[in-house]
T-cell receptor, first 112, second 118 residues
Framework: SQQGEEDPQALSIQEGENATMNCSYK?????LQWYRQNSGRGLVHLIL?????REKHSGRLRVTLDTSKKSSSLLITASRAADTASYFC????????????FGSGTRLQVQP | DTGVSQDPRHKITKRGQNVTFRCDPI?????LYWYRQTLGQGPEFLTY????????KSRLLSDRFSAERPKGSFSTLEIQRTEQGDSAMYLC????????????????FGSGTRLTVV
């Protein structure tokens, strides 16, 4: 079963626009991570946010976390065609003993 | 280290045959994970090791599946008596252990082994 649900399932934008993806989860977490996957490849770690953090930035990425709503968002600013990929959120449990649980992903298409 | 390596990249097998996949993690990573991913879905957890100890197994891991990490380095995932429903991408990842605040480190994934059962 998958803990996280991303919204929207698919998103198509023009180059230069911002892309926002949302993730909701069900159980209490220690941290939430975002990954990118290009078609047919493995996943690449993008950014991690701890449960006591509300916002984190890395380059063109901005992640927010609202533990009261059990939700997170990933914003990609000034998108590029190379950002075309699937994006997944993954949650880590409170004790850290369990492996990360991944959501079902948002497929982002950036049109040049 | 160039990252996590998985072998083979692709495997086509007939239903009922056994298959084995190999994963070589980043050498200093003590945690190694196996996930399965079908088209359009996120990775589903199968099992993970900390060093050579198998610490968690998913209910998805039926008795036809077995994983080993005998010396705490590389790992193998074997599927016996394959079924068409086993067709998927099998992903391996590795990471360092937990931080002191129990935060997971980010995972480094391999490129996966795509299994097709015909």
């Amino acid at each position: 079963s998958q803990q996280g649900e991303e919204d929207p399932q698919a998103l198509s934008i023009q180059e230069g626009e911002n892309a926002t993806m949302n993730c909701s989860y069900k159980t209490s977490i220690n941290n939430l991570q975002w990954y990118r996957q290009n078609s047919g490849r493995g996943l690449v770690h993008l950014i991690l946010i701890r449960s006591n953090e509300r916002e984190k930035h890395s380059g063109r990425l901005r992640v927010t976390l609202d533990t009261s709503k059990k939700s997170s968002s990933l914003l990609i600013t000034a998108s590029r065609a190379a950002d075309t990929a699937s994006y997944f959120c993954a949650t880590g449990g409170l004790t850290g003993r369990r492996a990360l649980t991944f959501g079902s992903g948002t497929r982002l298409q950036v049109q040049p | 280290d160039t990252g996590v390596s998985q072998d083979p990249r692709h495997k086509i097998t007939k239903r009922g045959q056994n298959v084995t996949f190999r994963c070589d993690p980043i050498s200093e990573h003590n945690r190694l994970y196996w996930y399965r991913q079908t088209l359009g879905q996120g990775p589903e957890f199968l099992t993970y090791f900390q060093n050579e100890a198998q610490l968690e197994k998913s209910r998805l891991l039926s008795d036809r599946f077995s994983a080993e990490r005998p010396k705490g380095s590389f790992s193998t995932l074997e599927i016996q008596r394959t079924e068409q429903g086993d067709s998927a991408m099998y992903l391996c990842a590795s990471s360092l252990g937990l931080r002191t605040d129990r935060t997971n480190y980010g995972y480094t994934f391999g490129s996966g082994t795509r299994l097709t059962v015909v």
